[in-house]
Each structure stands twice: as structure tokens, then as C-alpha cells.
């Protein structure tokens, strides 16, 4: 096993060694899908953590010697974004698992984040909803122009608070982050990644728009065309794994 520990958690790394034997005892569990996403609490501090899938054969290849693990660059990336002055959840730890010589499982444990996920966003008055969508756009616009961006740029990856009379937006799932500008493509498809209502998207999206100096029409329009073929795409993939592959 390969433990790194953020320096200023090495109390815990006798704790966090337990994590991938399942003594630690659970609070709450987020996700279980293709990821397992589970809150823990040592000493008082919520920690999150993320156990990523076991990867295939062909990919347990690719992680034991090409490529950093996801966990890994979880974590990695976490520091970065914060040295960049970012928001993203206190990166505490990863854990790299080998079997045979081969990578197995990877985790990445993180300080619990408190925020509001955006979606709830909905839910808010139209004076607040106006405000986090200026200061979101703003907030993305300035993220693409320091050369980053966000591959699953949805709602349930971006949390929101208050400061000031601005707010301010914190990102998890970071391992598919990129470092280098996005093309307008590329802003498209983060775009229409946000799991919101079509009427905010397009709020979102005029705004950026309005900051880029770009067509506002034009990229709300784009967007909805993405989310549109993209909706489509997974209505047809659902109904091929209901009905098989000869499903027309």
C-alpha cells in the first residue's frame, strides 16, 4: 500500500492506513455507482472519501506504469487549484493499492466541504438566483482565462457560499481537470454539463457570453443544441440496455 499524507494531517496517517480494510466505521454514504463516495470523522473532522472503481485489465496496466491514478491526481490537483486560489476540498491523503504487481484500487480522502451544492440554486429567490448566476459566470470565466477547466462541469461538483456581498464556488471531482484554456467547443461542453434548468443554463451561459464579448444568442443557443444531442444519446444508450443492441 502507498499512503501520502498532506503534512499537516501526518496525525492521522496511523488512522487513514485502516481506510481500504473497512474497519473505519461509515456516517454517511453519497454515492455507489461506478465510485464509492463515504464520509468518515477523525478527531472531529469530517473527511470525505472517494474510492475510485477497480480499473480493467488493460487500464491496471496503464495506471501501474503510464499514467498517474486518479486518486493521485486527485490530490495533486487539489494543491494546485488551492495555490492558484481556487476553492476545492483540503486535500488530506491518497491511497494506491497494488495486487500482483499490478495497481488495484485508489483513494483520495479530503476534508469535508460544508457549501451548498449549485442545483440548489433553484430553489433560491430570483434577486439571489441573478446574483450566483453573475459571480458563477464571472468565476468561470476567470478560471478558463488562468488556463483551467473542468471536463464534468456539473452542478453536483460545485458547491456555492456567501462571502461578502459576493459568492464564491468551490470544485470537486477534480481528476478530470485540465490546465490549459478551453476552446470555444470545449466551453460549449462544460456548459451544457451543468445539471440545471434549461432557463438557467441559459442565463448562465448569456453571461459568460456578455464577459467573453461574445454573441449571447449564439453561445445559449449552442448549448442547448449540445444538451439537446447529448439528451438524446442517453435516451438512446438507455434504451439499448433495456431492450439490446437490435433496439432501433
Known amino acids: 500500500m502507498k499512503l501520502v499524507v498532506n503534512p499537516k494531517y501526518e496525525r492521522f496517517t496511523d488512522f487513514l492506513r485502516r481506510i481500504p480494510d473497512g474497519t473505519i466505521e461509515t456516517e454517511e454514504v453519497y454515492k455507489r455507482n461506478r465510485n464509492l463516495v463515504t464520509r468518515i470523522t477523525h478527531e472531529g473532522v469530517d473527511l470525505v472519501v472517494k474510492q475510485f472503481k477497480v480499473p480493467n485489465g488493460l487500464n491496471k496496466f496503464v495506471y501501474s506504469w503510464l499514467r498517474q491514478s486518479k486518486a493521485r491526481r486527485s490530490f495533486e490537483y487539489a494543491q494546485r487549484l488551492l495555490d492558484m486560489g481556487i476553492d476545492t476540498a483540503e486535500p488530506v491523503a491518497y491511497i494506491e493499492i497494488r495486487k500482483s504487481g499490478l495497481f488495484h484500487t485508489g483513494y483520495f480522502i479530503s476534508k469535508f466541504v460544508e457549501d451548498n451544492l449549485l442545483h440548489t440554486i433553484e430553489k433560491c429567490d430570483r434577486e ?34 456567501k462571502d461578502g456581498d459576493r459568492f464564491r464556488f468551490a470544485l470537486i ?29 441559459v442565463q448562465i451561459s448569456a453571461e459568460y457570453a456578455n464577459l467573453r464579448g461574445w454573441n449571447p444568442d449564439t453561445l445559449s443557443g449552442a448549448v442547448l443544441m449540445q444538451k439537446g444531442m447529448n439528451m438524446r444519446k442517453r435516451v438512446k444508450n438507455l434504451l439499448k440496455r433495456l431492450f439490446g443492441s437490435s433496439h432501433k
Open 128 to 161: 439571489t438566483q441573478e446574483a450566483i448566476i453573475r459571480d458563477f459566470a464571472r468565476f468561470t470565466v476567470e478560471m478558463n482565462d488562468n488556463g483551467l477547466f473542468h471536463k464534468d462541469y456539473n452542478s453536483g461538483n460545485i458547491f456555492y457560499r
Open 173 to 201: 471531482d477534480i481528476n478530470r481537470l485540465r490546465f490549459r484554456r478551453p476552446n470555444k467547443n470545449e466551453v460549449i461542453n462544460s456548459l451544457d454539463r451543468l445539471t440545471l434548468s434549461r432557463l438557467l443554463t
